[in-house]
Nanobody, 133 residues
């Protein structure tokens, strides 16, 4: 069973930064076979995709809402994907999730990982980020 565990959330002041981590594990889980994305869900809103990274090639895709502020990266030695979040505002307050999809399911179209949530096969339980103005 593949598991993803997020960490790194917390309370930060507006303009501050946080780095989230998403650690993958489980039998049959080969980190480099997956594309891993970050998503968030604010109270009363739908879950939205933020970024994805193909862990084997390091290719990334970002939603425009976070492009230039958030950066995703991966460390295959640690089976971990990161989301560095800078210049945070209260509008970034949400529960943040990571999720994984086998890279070959995307057909080279990384945007599907961000915008088509039905492709995601494994989800973490989330970590809460609160930004105070």
């Amino acid at each position: 069973e593949v598991q993803l565990v997020e960490s790194g959330g917390g309370l930060v002041q507006s303009g501050g930064s946080l780095r989230l981590s998403c650690a993958g594990s489980g039998s049959g889980f080969t980190f480099e076979d997956y594309t891993i994305g970050w998503y968030r869900q604010a109270p009363g809103k739908e879950r939205e995709g933020l970024s994805c990274i193909s862990t084997s090639e390091g290719l990334t895709y970002y939603d425009d809402s976070v492009k230039g502020r958030f950066t995703t990266s991966s460390d295959s030695a640690k089976n971990t994907v990161y989301l560095q979040m800078n210049s945070l505002t209260p509008e970034d307050t949400a529960d943040y999730y990571c999720a994984a999809v086998p890279t070959d399911r995307l057909g080279g179209q990384l945007w599907k990982c961000v915008y088509t949530l039905r492709y995601l096969e494994v989800w973490g339980r989330g970590t809460r980020v609160t930004v105070r103005g």
